[in-house]
């Protein structure tokens, strides 16, 4: 009996999901065996992680570079003020509320942002994909990694009061390309839009994601390539059925844009989207000592934890990662950007180990 394989804490503590139509113990047994990856740890994202911990999902991998921000508290769940004083990285606050949450799972932060480089590993031996991004190139290379691997993943897009979500079956459904084959212009020419989000319909698009995805894993119906378009004004969720495209470069003929290339290996300065800040990502991942580089700059440390150390530079903000990573905050000018943090670096006894 699969009764016996929960113990009665297990069976009081999930007694409430157990009584729901088309789960019960066979239906919790699967929900504790499954594994699963959330790109991008921001409003989506963390509402995700949050509902999947409170399911008992086995295993959730949040993978973000990025750190808690004051304006990311209003949209975002499991993150609070305390964290952007800490300045913690958004997956680590998120993962560690999660355990708080629930300790039966596994919630395993990933401070990394997932490239065409990257993607296969850091989505591997998983059993579905959440996209908690914020832009449509990501989603392509998340798409092209899930044809590749046949992993399933779940798209979610919101603007204002309206949101898109879309569960994806590699082979079987329209793809995310049969959907939106390109990035718009914008995001083509790195300039991008700062979108405002309402969080109930944040908290709305992550629901029906999650539940299309746990229904589909426990094989309780079919979601693939129905697209849910909420609107938060009249309050209304239309379904549309998305065609696959029958010559689609991705799904159908395996032409990728981004995965499977030779991996360049060359210094990443770019300005971050919508922002006055500049990312700085090496050729290969860096073992920086940020305790070092933190007594170092000891006058200029305004934040400090086991992942990351931020520093007061003139101007400018300069956040460093242990692999190397770095965001400069309050410039656009990647060269500005570059000398501050290569003059961070050296001042630690840091040497460059490659040459931009
Ligand atoms: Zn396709």
Redesign the pocket.
Known sequence: MAVDLLDSKLLEKYSRLILVKDIGVNGLLKIKKLRVAVVGCGATGSHVVDMLARIGVGYIRVIDSDFVDVSNVYRMSLVNEDDVKKALPKAVACAERAQEVNSDVRVEPVIDRVEPENVLDLLSGVDLVFDGTDNITTRLIINEASVEKGFPWVFIGIEGWYANVMLIEPGKS??F??LIPRPPLREQVNVCDILGVFPSVVSIASSIAVNIAIRHLLGLGDYAGKLYVVNGTDVSIETLDIV??KD?P???KHQYNYIMKPRERKWHVRVVCGTNAVEIVPPEDISLDLSQIAKVHKDKVEAQNPYLVKLKESSLKIVLLRNGKAIVDGTTDTSTAFKVYREVLSRAGIRMPYIM
Do not use: F, L, N, P
């Open positions: 329209a793809c390309s049969c696959r495209r689609c991705i799904c159908v």
